[in-house]
């Protein structure tokens, strides 16, 4: 029992929640730090942070267990927001519940928010954050909070294809991608509108582990646009990475004008910079 105890991942937390929408009083779900549970790995062109499995405790996805749920009326949020959903809207959100939970499992079935975090219920939490932060206010900068949390939900489902390859996981995880550079988009297309603030947002992450901040969120509407932007009609396609490669170069003007930005970012941003520019120049051909 106790070599059991010790190879666990995550423990249930003492600290009770009540959910702000129904009322149900539930624990969270935690991660174990230590004992070399998280071996951190590379970061991804998509600013996503890997890790190693560990011989002991396998493959751990901390991102399965970032998002809070409640385990009755599956409203969620990240974990700082949960209990500041606006008044206004918390008879809308229950009456979604059904609705919220039918589409959910349409996409991730058989899910039980009372049992132990997996992939599958992991990638279901961050799809329910997606979808719940439309009920949030524009201080709370909701739009780019969807599209951090959009881009969380195709990192799990990239990771549930590598362990179910016949699934469509991938097909699924793209989508999400493309949801995630519409959203991106549309967050700063608000901004400089004044129509939503980004204020509200302490760390723009993606990842958990590294703030990579504003132009870290530059840098992936470029990526995205890049990797999942339309490719259907060539002049569009065009003008959508002209802008692409001026987004770059903003990250590359944030990056000669301080010596404390991510070295990471500076180096995947020159990466993408470059096969902008080649595709642009295949284009004019």
Known sequence: MAEDREAKISFISKDEITCPVCETVFHREELHSGSGRLIAGDITEELQRLYEPSVKYGNI???????TVCPEC?????DKDFLLVPEMVRGAVIEDREKRIADTELIFPSIDFHEPRGLVSGAASQYLVLRCYGYFSKEFSPTMKQGITSL?????????HDKSPGEHY????????????FL???????????????????????DTDKNYGYEGALYLVALLQL?????????????????AKRTIAKVFGLGRSSK??????????R???????????????
């Open 170 to 181: 991938d097909w699924l995880a793209q989508l999400f991608k493309k949801k995630a550079l």
């Open 184 to 206: 991106y988009t549309e967050a700063f297309k608000r901004e400089q509108a004044g129509k939503e603030t980004l204020s509200g947002i302490k760390n723009f992450g993606p």
């Open 271 to 285: 990466n993408i910079y470059n096969r902008i520019g080649k595709e642009l120049n295949e284009i004019d051909d």
């Open 61 to 67: 996805y901390p991102l399965a267990y970032q998002a």
């Open 260 to 269: 404390s930005r991510p070295g990471p970012l500076l180096a995947h941003a």
């Open 227 to 243: 990797k999942y932007g339309s490719t259907t009609d060539s002049e569009v396609r065009n003008v959508a990475l002209q802008d």
């Open 74 to 78: 599956w409203y969620a949020s990240m």
């Open 152 to 160: 969380r939900t195709s990192w799990l489902l990239d990771h549930l």
